[in-house]
């Protein structure tokens, strides 16, 4: 699927760009395992989407680019691009793209040690998000913001039972989304999150509960990422159980 994707927006250089086409691009380029694969599908959207104008899909193609520089962890291209959105974003009062800006600043400030900074761009985050309109937008930023300010709390090694309480925070906004496929999708992340902070916990029962229905969630959508997540948080949980045959399984 990956080599398909890569040149589904080359091959349809030689006839006329579609804004459809190019959602369907970037909406795949999520279940590339390959990042950098991933990253050259997004990028190949974002060139499609200004060629055309298409702002919608030139917003949501840098948010995947964003993403795609977090998993390879390079913060500075992620951060790069994050301004790049930021700029267009508040031209069209996108209030859900300039949260998702803020997000994703959080976690690359996070990820570079700039605690404080990093929760004060959440702070950010969670009051122009207020503004959003669409509800299943506003809890799927909501659920990011609060997943966002347990990752802080993971980097500074904070009390766990702290994260916990914002990992269930974040869960307790993705419940509240209407489209149960991406109210699944986004629940399946935040359930592997709740499984490792259960581990960190000592609370195994609950890690394993909690990784099963993140796989259960992920395999129906067929994601391979978020069940590699869901089946390495199982494999921890067996492995602190000192049940090594099932964590090898």
Known sequence: MSSLLLSSLTKASAQQYTSQKIDSVISKSYYIVDRNISLKTSSNALKASQKIGYYAGEAKALKAIINCYLGLGNQEKALS?????????????DYV???QVL???????????????????????????KHISNQDEYYICMGQIYSGRSEIQNQQF???KNT???DQQSVNFYKKIKDPKKRDAWL???YASLGYTYIDLSDYNSAL?????????AKADQDSINQGFALFGLANTYLEMNRTD???H
């Open 188 to 190: 399946s992340i935040q």
């Open 97 to 99: 793209h300039i949260t």
């Open 209 to 217: 509960y909690y990784n099963h229905k993140s796989y259960q969630l």
């Open 158 to 160: 904070a009390n766990t």
């Open 246 to 248: 099932s964590s090898v």
């Open 81 to 93: 691009n994050a301004e790049q959105l930021l700029t267009i974003a508040k031209k069209q009062n």
């Open 164 to 166: 916990l309480k914002l």
């Open 103 to 129: 997000i994703a600043k959080t976690l690359i400030y996070s990820y570079l040690g700039f605690f404080e900074k990093a929760y004060e761009i959440s702070i950010e985050a969670e009051n122009i998000c």
